[in-house]
């Protein structure tokens, strides 16, 4: 398989090739647990992480988090070679330290800093939402790693606050450039402000699944919450950390 994936790849058909990485994953949620040769994956799989393709990268980082999340002694290497070697690209738009924690949280605790820095100082209200997706994530086996982030996300829930919304992409062509705005809140029509109290309030949620006593003190704020916010969507996410608490 992995000649017809470089095969594709030479012809730059960039999605088959993506696809074909994805049926190697599919093969380890199979009932039959028949994993596919992991030495062959090993032989192939630092070249494809390493290539400079958006599509082919994002396979097949999901392949290598598949396998270390099924079959960790096996790629253990591998997995903290490249964690080592993106470590400077973690943190951002996406779900990546949640899923290393679930593998291996020594490999995440040096990056739960920067997530706890980005509630605070990153411009990028998305990024602080994926932030707290991820200490969430860590939150639900490891709470006490991610307790200092707990002020600050019912700071903003107290009193949400705009965060500076994405800049629309600068694109140049034939000599003229273009703006083209590709926030959410522009495309969806997203309320961004709402959408990260919303985050933070799932986070609390995340956090008190590892342990409700973290929580606990904030509860009249959680009810008040469930009650009163002007938000059906946030209410409703209240009440749900609020059956946690109980």
Do not use: C
Not at 51 to 67: D, Y
């Amino acid at each position: 398989i992995f000649i017809e994936i470089n095969h594709l790849i030479t012809k730059k058909e960039f999605s088959d090739a993506a696809e074909l990485i994805q049926k190697i994953k599919a093969k380890y949620y199979s009932k039959k647990k028949e994993y596919p040769n992991i030495n062959e994956i090993k032989t192939h799989l630092p070249k494809l992480l390493n290539f400079n393709q958006i599509e082919i990268k994002n396979a097949a980082e999901s392949l290598l988090l598949t396998i270390a999340k099924k079959d960790y002694s096996n790629i253990s290497e591998m997995f903290k070679s490249y964690i080592g070697k993106i470590k400077q690209d973690i943190g951002g738009e996406n779900h990546l330290i949640g899923d290393i924690a679930s593998i291996d949280i020594e490999l995440a605790k040096p990056s739960i800093s920067k997530l706890i820095n980005n509630l605070k100082k990153h411009p990028e209200w998305n990024t602080r939402r994926f932030s707290a997706f991820n200490l969430g994530r860590i939150g639900e086996q490891h709470p006490e790693l991610v307790k200092d982030a707990i002020p600050i996300m019912i700071d903003y829930i107290k009193k949400p606050f705009e965060v500076s919304k994405r800049e629309p992409i600068k694109f140049e062509k034939v000599g003229v450039t273009f703006s083209m705005d590709l926030s959410a809140e522009k495309m969806l029509g997203v309320n961004q402000s709402d959408w990260l109290k919303d985050a933070y309030i799932d986070t609390l949620g995340m956090i008190a699944k590892g342990d409700n006593n973290l929580i606990l003190p904030h509860r009249e704020l959680l009810k008040s919450l469930s009650v009163k916010d002007g938000s059906l969507y946030s209410r409703d996410k209240a009440k749900k950390v609020l059956q946690l608490l109980n």
